[in-house]
């Protein structure tokens, strides 16, 4: 089995962040919070319920490498040209599946041209996936630039 890319961790990490909330929280724990597109999340984008106990960044982390080898299972599955390519492309589609879901990749047009190997329409269309609660996000917007960057590196 491939092992999920330092740079997918990097960036899911980097995107995501370790949100510590309340303040008031003398153990430092992260609280589940609200994503900018609607969703219940904790730690590094980790989908939860609404009462999710806090936990740890050590607990965070476990969350993440959980995810990132489910979006990397997925990834490989419906990209499977991925797995003779660069390190760096496997890395930014394993980021937006973790980001989006797999049944985004599943049924997109970004999934047809990574198996095409069309490197440069592939970035494109990783700019198409800037929507969160149908308002363009910034941070999408940014994140998607990242990913697009990785994708095209040989």
Known sequence: MIAVPQAAVE?????????????SDPLRRAHPYICPAGYH????GHLCKPDHPPI??????????????TALTATLR???VLATEPEQRLAAIVDFTFNLGAG?????????????MDWSSAAQELQRWVYGGGKVLPGLVTRRHAEAVLLQRT
Do not use: M, W
């Open 104 to 116: 985004r990749l599943q049924t997109s047009t970004l999934r047809r041209r990574i198996n095409q």
């Open 11 to 23: 960036l899911a990490k980097r995107f995501e962040g370790f949100h510590l909330v309340p303040k």
């Open 41 to 44: 999340t904790i730690g590094f």
């Open 56 to 69: 740890t960044e050590a607990e965070a982390e476990a969350y993440l490498t959980h995810d990132l080898v």
């Open 78 to 80: 419906y990209c499977p």
